[in-house]
């Protein structure tokens, strides 16, 4: 056999080729559980054939030596009987069936899919884990069988994966201890840094955004996004740090603003009292405009750096904002360039029915955190507001098996209908592995920005568009 001399072609799936074939594997793994499926409790519904998207049978000549197929189970787009002849087995051809119905889901605007085999199939779960599949919890009519099923799930389009760490160490650690979090956690695709503010006795708090800068030189993929309170932190400093971290990273920046409900940390900042809800987000719509305002204050080439005359800007360049508000008056403009992204990417967390906070986040923000049954109402809100591209992310606190963490999250755009998921830790492990294990196999891979991740065009300074000088 030489691979030219394979054929796929798709046919039905009650067809007389796949038929056989499909008996063929009966044969070879049923023998496998018999001692489990003698009162058949733990045996799959069969396949309708109206649920069958798609069947690849593969030949050689005229042999059928292949097959696999592809069908709707619930909210699930489920890959089902793979299935290679003895004679054609490691030839990379059950590799090239997978591939053809991936092939078939992405024509037809499918996003994910995932399989179930069974436990004592271990070459083919070496196959799902080789060709890029990550292992899940029973889903679906398999959702009770813990002892057989072995679920896999694959993203089509990519997830946006990342965790959320305290920037505060566990009581008796250390700095560096938190470092090493960080970059345990690098292979995500962002990582928030919390800001706790009060810390436990015998704790050490670090501050987000400095520790993020601290960390963003020794991280080589995921992006950094420090909580920094939009209720206690003046603009101007919010701008100059995030700024800062996207210099210091190459543009792998965001920023998570904070809304702070709770006296203690309004009395360790002495700025103000506390707050109503409404007004707390009104400040904090307010702080987001200014320092976007802000990153934008110098066009991209307001620096010339010339030697020879002394000049190190463009005056004309650089823009004051001249912002007058309901909380806040700035003249600016900031004291940093343009940073690589020139506006970093905006994360908001959403409280279930918080409709002042989802009001700004579906307004302002570039990614939105909800739970679970959020989602819906995060994404009519966005549409309601005219604005397109805005990911919707979903929280899922860390579990007890930070391997299962990672399938929790490919598997989120089925149950959920989110964009990606952040896994929460609040608190750092003391086995700094567990971190890795939750974030592997996750993510979209993509590199870059934080906007080439999300997909987000890098915008001119609004200035520039506006024609205003300095």
Wanted: aromatic share 6%.
């Amino acid at each position: 056999m030489t691979e030219s001399s394979i054929r796929i072609v798709q046919e039905s799936w009650d067809g007389a080729a796949a038929t056989a074939l499909r008996a063929r594997m009966d044969e070879d793994v049923h023998p496998r559980y018999a001692d489990l499926l003698r009162d058949g409790s733990t045996t799959p519904p069969p396949v309708q054939v109206d649920d069958v998207i798609a069947t690849l049978v593969a030949y050689d000549g005229d042999e059928p030596v292949g097959t696999a197929s592809l069908k709707r189970t619930g909210p699930y787009a489920e890959v089902k009987r793979v299935f290679i002849e003895t004679t054609h087995r490691r030839t990379g051809l059950a590799a090239r069936l997978l591939a053809g119905l991936e092939e078939v889901a992405r024509s037809r605007g499918i996003l994910d899919l995932v399989l179930q085999t069974g436990a004592r199939q271990p070459e083919a779960i070496a196959l799902y884990e080789r060709e890029g599949w990550t292992p899940i919890a029973p889903f679906g009519p398999y959702a009770d069988d813990g002892e057989i099923s072995r679920c896999f799930a694959k993203p089509l389009q990519p997830l946006i994966v990342g965790v959320e760490l305290p920037a505060g160490a566990n009581a008796g650690a250390v700095p560096q201890h938190v470092i090493e979090a960080i970059l345990a956690a690098d292979a995500a695709d962002f990582i928030v840094l919390t800001d706790g503010y009060l810390a436990p006795e015998g704790s050490l708090l670090l501050d987000a955004g400095t520790l993020a800068t601290f960390a963003a030189p020794r991280t080589r993929h995921a992006v950094l996004v420090p909580v920094i309170t939009a209720t206690h932190t003046e603009p101007f400093h919010v701008a100059k740090v995030i700024q800062t971290l996207d210099f210091v990273s190459r543009g792998r920046a965001g920023w998570q603003p904070g809304v702070e409900t709770d006296a203690r940390i309004a009395a360790l900042f002495g700025r103000k009292g506390v707050e109503d809800d409404a007004t707390l987000w009104a400040e904090a719509d307010e702080v987001i405009d200014v320092v976007s305002r802000l990153w934008d204050s110098w066009e991209d080439d307001a620096e010339i750096r010339d030697v020879e005359t002394g000049r190190f800007i463009d005056r004309d360049r650089v823009h004051h904002i001249d912002f007058v508000g309901r909380f806040f008056s700035v003249k600016g403009p900031s004291i940093v360039p343009r940073s690589p992204q020139g506006q970093p990417p905006i994360v908001l967390r959403v409280d279930d029915e918080d409709e002042d906070a989802l009001a700004v986040a579906a307004a302002r923000a570039d990614v939105i955190r909800v739970s679970a049954s959020g989602v819906a109402r995060a994404r009519d809100a966005v549409r309601a507001v005219g604005r397109e591209g805005v990911a919707v992310i979903v929280e899922l606190p860390a579990s007890a098996s930070p391997r299962g963490d990672a399938g929790r999250a490919v598997s989120i755009r089925q149950e959920t209908g989110a964009d990606g998921a952040v896994i929460v830790f609040d608190r750092i492990p003391a086995e700094i592995r567990d971190i890795a294990e939750a974030v592997r196999g996750t993510g979209s891979g993509r590199g870059g920005t934080f906007r080439d991740r999300l997909g987000l065009i890098r915008p001119a300074s609004r200035y520039v568009r506006e024609g205003i000088t300095a």
